[in-house]
T-cell receptor, first 111, second 115 residues
Framework: GQQLNQSPQSMFIQEGEDVSMNCTSS?????WLWYKQDPGEGPVLLIA?????ELTSNGRLTAQFGITRKDSFLNISASIPSDVGIYFC???????????FGKGTMLLVSP | DTGVSQDPRHKITKRGQNVTFRCDPI?????LYWYRQTLGQGPEFLTY????????KSRLLSDRFSAERPKGSFSTLEIQRTEQGDSAMYLC?????????????FGPGTRLTVL
C-alpha cells in the first residue's frame, strides 16, 4: 500500500533558527499537501503542491514537490514560538482517491 | 466562520453505547471525508462522499461504523456498540471539485473516549 516516511520524527530548536523536514515514498505521488496540527485541533492546510518541481511559499514557509515525484520538503525560516506543533505531509498517489498521511514531525521551539 | 465544523468536539461514552458525530463541510465543497486519528499517528482514511454518494470505504470501517450524507450537505458518522479501541479523534474534511479537488480542509475533530 501507500506509505509516506516523514522525518525527522521530532525537532527541538531555538527561536530564529530555520527548520527543514521531508517526506519520502517508494511510490509516485501526484499531489503533496503539508498540514500543521495543534493539540486537540484538526490539521490546518499550509501548502498544496500539484506539479513536480513546484516550489511554493506561504509566508515563512516554503515547500517543494520533488522532481522524482516521490518526495517533498517543507522549510520554515526564522522560527517563532507559535510554530510549535506537529507537521504532517500528505499525498495522493496516482490512481488512488484517498489521501495518505505521514506520521508527522513534532516541532518544539525554545524562546 | 466558513470552515468545516464538527459536533460535538468531545464525547465520552461507555463501552457498548452508540454514538453519532456530525460534520458540516465548507458550503461549496461537494466532497466530504472522514478520518480517524490516534495518538502519535497521522489521520487514517475511513470513507468519503461525493455529494450524497458514498464512493469509498476503508477496511478500517467495520460493520459497526456507518456514515451518511443524505442531502449532499452535512454528514453523520455513527459507531454502534462502541469499544475501547474506538477511542480516537474523528476528523472530517471537505474539498471542492475541479483542479483543487485534492486539497482537503479539515474540521476541528471530535475526540471520542470510550470507557
Amino acid at each position: 500500500g501507500q506509505q509516506l516516511n516523514q522525518s525527522p520524527q521530532s525537532m527541538f530548536i531555538q527561536e530564529g533558527e530555520d527548520v527543514s523536514m521531508n517526506c519520502t515514498s517508494s511510490s509516485i505521488f501526484n499531489t503533496w499537501l503539508w498540514y500543521k496540527q495543534d493539540p486537540g485541533e484538526g490539521p490546518v492546510l499550509l501548502i498544496a503542491l500539484y506539479k513536480a518541481g513546484e516550489l511554493t511559499s506561504n509566508g515563512r514557509l516554503t515547500a517543494q514537490f520533488g522532481i522524482t515525484r516521490k518526495d517533498s520538503f517543507l522549510n520554515i525560516s526564522a522560527s517563532i514560538p507559535s510554530d510549535v506543533g506537529i507537521y504532517f505531509c500528505a499525498g495522493f498517489q496516482s490512481g488512488y482517491s484517498t489521501l495518505t498521511f505521514g506520521k508527522g514531525t513534532m516541532l518544539l521551539v525554545s524562546p | 466562520d466558513t470552515g468545516v465544523s464538527q459536533d460535538p468536539r468531545h464525547k465520552i461514552t461507555k463501552r457498548g453505547q452508540n454514538v453519532t458525530f456530525r460534520c458540516d463541510p465548507i458550503s461549496e465543497h461537494n466532497r466530504l471525508y472522514w478520518y480517524r486519528q490516534t495518538l502519535g499517528q497521522g489521520p487514517e482514511f475511513l470513507t468519503y462522499f461525493q455529494n450524497e454518494a458514498q464512493l469509498e470505504k476503508s477496511r478500517l470501517l467495520s460493520d459497526r461504523f456507518s456514515a451518511e450524507r443524505p442531502k449532499g450537505s452535512f454528514s453523520t458518522l455513527e459507531i454502534q456498540r462502541t469499544e475501547q479501541g474506538d477511542s480516537a479523534m474523528y476528523l472530517c474534511a471537505s474539498s471542492p471539485t475541479g483542479l483543487s479537488t485534492d486539497t482537503q480542509y479539515f474540521g476541528p475533530g471530535t475526540r471520542l473516549t470510550v470507557l
